[in-house]
Each structure stands twice: as C-alpha cells, then as structure tokens.
C-alpha cells in the first residue's frame, strides 16, 4: 500500500512537470499566428509653419560659497598645509608661484588624495598651464579626476575659512 502512494505521488509530479514544460512557452509568449496590424493614415494638412528663435533657458546664478582670502604667505596656512605635504616639505618653496592660498592648497590637498608628487602636479599646474584635472589625469588616467579636483578643493576652502575666522 506505501509503494503504491508512493508511485501515485511520483507519477503526479511528473505529469505536473511535463504539463508545465508543455504549457509554458504557450502562457509566457505571443501566438505565432496573430501578426501586429500596421495601420497607416494620409497626413493631414498642416497650416505653414513659421521659423521661431526658441528662448534659450537661463540657468540661475550659481551661488558659491566666497573663499576668504588668506595670504599664501599666512604662518596659519602653511602650519595647517604641512603635514598635508609632508614633515620634511620646505614651505616657502612649495608655495613659491600660486596666484592665490586656494591654488596652493587645493594642489597640495589633490597629491595628498591621489599619490601624485606635488611637485609634480605643481609644474603640470604653473609650467605647463594644465588644469588640476588634467594634471591628475595624465598621472593616474584610471582616477576620477574630476572627483578628486573638487575634493581637493572642499578640503582647501574648508581650510581656508578655519583660517580666516580663527586668525
């Protein structure tokens, strides 16, 4: 009497089983027999258009934060760019050429991120008058350039504004 649940039950499953394989791509797709119609109509006559300029869109203004400024030469700015650029960095050198505190510190800020030399990215930057992103680019061309640039220049405003509200 077991043997026979038991073979009742197997028997049942496979017949569920090849009812399935048989009825599923039927379920799951189209019939082959029915075709979409294309349904094509005569264009309707159109007034004559006029060519119009289209307003080009405005962006707002971009609001960015104002870097205070802090002379490059600021004995607060070089303390705090120091370990940034190593203990054994002369610091009256690295900042020799920037135009501005925020230049130096962002590609001060960039080759501590990146593991690019800093002088390296220095003449790239002053020399040879490549952005910061491309500087970093033809280093290490697998890197986010871009990421890395405005990471760098987060971390030199941040350190800019401590600089100029603790003095």
């Known amino acids: 009497m077991a043997f026979g649940k038991v073979l009742s039950a197997t028997l049942g499953l496979l017949a569920s089983f090849a009812l ?3 009825t599923g791509p039927r379920i799951t797709s189209a019939p082959e027999h029915e075709q ?7 264009p309707a006559a159109a007034p004559p258009v006029t060519p119009t ?11 960015r934060r104002a870097v205070p400024t802090v002379d490059i030469s600021n004995v607060a700015l070089r303390r705090q760019l120091k370990p940034v ?7 009256a050198k690295a900042a020799e050429g ?8 962002t590609i001060a800020y960039a080759s501590r991120q990146t593991g690019v030399r800093f002088a390296v990215l220095k003449y790239r930057v ?6 910061l992103t ?23 405003r941040s350190t800019l504004q401590s600089i100029a509200i603790g003095g």
């Open 20 to 22: 399935g394989v048989w």
């Open 85 to 91: 650029l190593g203990k054994d960095a002369d610091m």
């Open 53 to 63: 300029v289209a307003a080009k869109p405005t962006k707002p203004p971009v609001k």
């Open 98 to 105: 920037f135009k501005s505190s925020e230049q130096f510190a």
């Open 134 to 156: 491309s500087a970093i680019r033809e280093s290490l061309p697998t890197t986010n350039a871009a990421l890395e640039v405005e990471r760098a220049r987060a971390a030199a």
């Open 126 to 131: 002053l020399n040879e008058g490549k952005t």
């Open 36 to 42: 979409p119609q294309l349904v094509t109509m005569a």
